[in-house]
């Protein structure tokens, strides 16, 4: 069974960085989708960005490129999630998730493991 653990997350202040984690284990070649979801309190889960691990592509919603980047260890199994100049909008616990195919990319229904999830508090 996949096991997904998330680290890194933290207290930070408006503009700093951080960088999240996610180590994958009993993860196979066809769980294909690693992918960052983030979760607000009182909002909807939502996605953030997604490594497709058989090709290397990087995946990410809306404009969040310009701020977030993901990434992997060349084994494929740790995947990271870079987050500069952070926004107090960007607060919220961030889950990794893995799918085999993920076709609508940024809904969580999609995937069918999930991390414990980590706290990002950015400050004012």
């Known amino acids: 069974e996949v096991q997904l653990v998330e680290s890194g997350g933290g207290l930070v202040q408006a503009g700093g960085s951080l960088r999240l984690s996610c180590a994958a284990s009993?993860?196979?070649?066809?769980?294909?989708?690693i992918c960052w979801f983030r979760q607000a309190p009182g909002k909807a889960r939502e996605g953030v960005a997604c490594?497709?691990?058989?090709?290397?592509?990087?995946f990410y919603r809306g404009s969040i490129a310009e701020r977030f980047t993901i990434s992997s260890d060349h084994k494929m199994n740790t995947v990271s999630l870079q987050m500069t100049n952070l926004e107090p909008e960007d607060t919220a616990v961030y889950y990794c998730?893995?799918?085999?195919?993920?076709?609508?990319?940024?809904?969580?229904?999609?995937?069918?493991?999930w991390g414990q999830g980590t706290q990002v508090t950015v400050s004012s």
């Open positions: 490594f497709r691990r058989s090709d290397g592509s990087s």
């Open positions: 009993g993860i196979g070649f066809d769980d294909d989708y």
């Open positions: 998730a893995s799918s085999k195919r993920a076709v609508r990319m940024w809904y969580p229904s999609e995937y069918e493991y």
